[in-house]
C-alpha cells in the first residue's frame, strides 16, 4: 500500500463547475500538507500549503486538511480551462524528527476543464 | 529572477551510455533533490543533498549517480546500469530546516534511441 493514495483521473469537468481532488495517506507522522500544481512538460509549482487540520483558502482555491481520518482536499471554485493540469498532493512529517524536508507525493490527478 | 534551472529539456541516451542532467539554483537554497516522474506513479526520489560535498540516496538510486561540489549546482547522471532510464527526470529545491516547500525546475525529458 502506498504511504499516499490518489485517484489518478482522468476528471473531465464544464467550465465553472466545482473541483473536488482527494488524497488519503496512511502515516500518522504525515503533519504538513501541499497542492502542487503540474501543466505538461513542466515541472509542479506550489498552489497550496498547510498544516493543521482545517480549512486554508486563496482566491478560488480551497485546502483541506482532515487529520483523524488522513483525508486532504483541494477544491477548484468557478474552474477555468486554465486551471486544466495534473494535481499532486504531498505531504512530510517534522522536520526534526528525522528525513529533513523529504516529501510523499501522491500519483497525481489529471484535470480537464472544458468549454 | 530566482529559481530552478534544468538543462538539457530533452536528452536521448544511446545503449551502454552515461549521461548528465544539469541542476542549477539561484535561491540560495541548502538541500537539492532529483525526482524521477513516470506516467501513473507521481514522483519518486533519486537522490538528495542538503549540504555540499554529502548526499544520500531516496528510494530508487540504483543506477544513478549525483555530486555536490558547489551549494547551487547538484547534476544527476543516469548510468548504463539505469536499464529503464526513459522518463521524465526533475530538480527541487528548499531550506532544509524551514520546512518550506519544495521549489521545482523544468525537467528534463530522457529518452532512449
Known amino acids: 500500500q502506498k504511504e499516499v493514495e490518489q485517484d489518478p483521473g482522468p476528471l473531465s469537468v464544464p467550465e465553472g463547475a466545482i473541483v473536488s481532488l482527494n488524497c488519503t495517506y496512511s502515516?500518522?507522522?504525515?503533519?504538513?500538507f501541499m497542492w502542487y500544481r503540474q501543466y505538461s512538460r513542466k515541472g509542479p509549482e506550489l498552489l497550496m500549503y498547510?498544516?493543521?487540520?482545517g480549512n486554508k483558502e486563496d482566491g478560488r482555491f480551497t485546502a483541506q486538511v482532515d487529520k483523524s481520518s488522513k483525508y486532504i482536499s483541494l477544491f477548484i471554485r468557478d474552474s477555468q480551462p486554465s486551471d486544466s493540469a495534473t494535481y499532486l498532493c504531498?505531504?512530510?512529517?517534522?522536520?526534526?524528527?528525522?528525513?529533513?524536508?523529504?516529501?510523499?507525493f501522491g500519483t497525481g490527478t489529471q484535470l480537464k476543464v472544458e468549454l | 529572477d530566482g529559481g530552478i534551472t534544468q538543462s538539457p529539456k530533452y536528452l536521448f541516451r544511446k545503449e551502454g551510455q552515461n549521461v548528465t542532467l544539469s541542476c542549477e539554483q539561484n535561491?540560495?537554497?541548502?538541500?537539492m533533490y532529483w525526482y524521477r516522474q513516470d506516467p501513473g506513479q507521481g514522483l519518486r526520489l533519486i537522490y538528495y543533498?542538503?549540504?555540499?560535498?554529502?548526499?544520500q540516496k531516496g528510494d530508487i538510486a540504483e543506477g544513478y549517480s549525483v555530486s555536490r561540489e558547489k551549494k547551487e549546482s547538484f547534476p544527476l547522471t543516469v548510468t548504463s546500469a539505469q536499464k529503464n532510464p526513459t522518463a521524465f527526470y526533475l530538480c527541487?529545491?528548499?531550506?532544509?530546516?524551514?520546512?518550506?516547500?519544495?521549489?521545482f525546475g523544468d525537467g528534463t525529458r530522457l529518452s532512449i534511441l
Open positions: 504531498a505531504t512530510r512529517s517534522n522536520i526534526l524528527t528525522g528525513g529533513g524536508n523529504k516529501l510523499t
Open positions: 502515516n500518522s507522522a504525515f503533519q504538513y
Open positions: 498547510t498544516y493543521s487540520s
Open positions: 535561491l540560495n537554497h541548502d538541500a
Open positions: 543533498s542538503q549540504i555540499v560535498n554529502d548526499f
Open positions: 527541487a529545491s528548499t531550506w532544509t530546516l524551514t520546512g518550506e516547500p519544495q521549489h
